[in-house]
């Protein structure tokens, strides 16, 4: 699991970021509101624990504003104060949950499993479109421009979850946990191949390219052209 955490107060950020870890998430920690959007907008996060008082940007504006950019990312509360309005609040702007500090760290593992079960269905519906490309997960088929594309199921896999997370990049950490299920070294060079693979199959005989690579931080799955490159 992909965790951001935005939390301002360095020890509590730390025991987070250190807990997350040990229980196998792999986790970006930020200290002010202005970051934590800059960098949700950006990457694929399966959560985000947010922290309402934050530097910069408190944490309702910046869930206010993932929310009006279309980023659905579950977004766990985190609030001092253990306040009915603050909670309603937090909830009416679209988090999916909320911890009322100080909490045991067992509470915050088992809110974030109970997320991840319940937004993981709602990600199943429905054929993708992003430009000429139609993937239909429930027929398990990707056409692109008219022509029927035979991927490998590790293939299907990447591009699935590339086009899930569409405009956004995703890092060879995420993609090699989300395709292997497993934490590879960072050195493994095993998700640049399969990425080789699937652009020959995906983008080379079409033209224009839908699958970005973005210098030093990943890939992204998009019909406009690179902003990043
Ligand atoms: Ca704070």
């Known amino acids: 699991m992909r965790i951001l955490i935005a939390e301002d107060e360095a020890k509590a950020q730390r025991y987070l970021a250190q807990?997350?870890?040990e229980n196998g998430c792999s986790v970006?920690?930020?200290g002010d509101g202005r970051e934590a959007l800059a960098l949700a907008?950006?990457?694929a996060f399966d959560v985000i624990v947010l922290d309402v008082m934050l530097p910069v940007l408190d944490g309702w504006s910046v869930l206010r504003a993932l929310r009006d950019a279309g980023v659905r990312t579950p977004v766990?509360?985190?609030t001092a104060r253990d306040h009915v309005e603050d909670r309603v609040r937090g909830l009416d702007l679209g988090a999916d949950d909320y911890l009322v500090k100080p909490f045991a760290f067992a509470e915050l593992l088992a809110r974030l499993r109970n997320l991840a079960r319940r937004t993981a269905p709602a990600q199943d519906f429905g054929p993708i479109e992003i430009g000429d490309l139609v993937l239909d997960p429930l027929r398990h088929s990707v056409v692109r421009a008219g022509t029927p594309l035979k991927l490998t199921a590790k293939e299907y896999t990447l591009l699935?979850?590339?086009a899930r997370h569409r405009g956004q990049v995703l890092s060879r950490t995420l993609i090699a946990e989300a395709v292997w299920g497993i934490c590879f070294e960072t050195q493994t060079?095993?998700?640049d191949v399969l990425l080789r693979r699937l652009r020959a199959k995906l983008d080379a005989p079409f033209g224009a390219p839908l699958l970005h690579t973005v210098r030093g931080?990943?890939?992204r799955l998009d019909s406009t052209p690179d902003e990043h490159a």
């Open 19 to 21: 807990g997350l870890r």
């Open 76 to 78: 766990i509360f985190l």
């Open 28 to 30: 970006e920690a930020v």
């Open 217 to 219: 931080v990943g890939y």
């Open 160 to 162: 699935l979850l590339l």
């Open 41 to 43: 907008r950006m990457h």
């Open 189 to 191: 060079n095993v998700v």
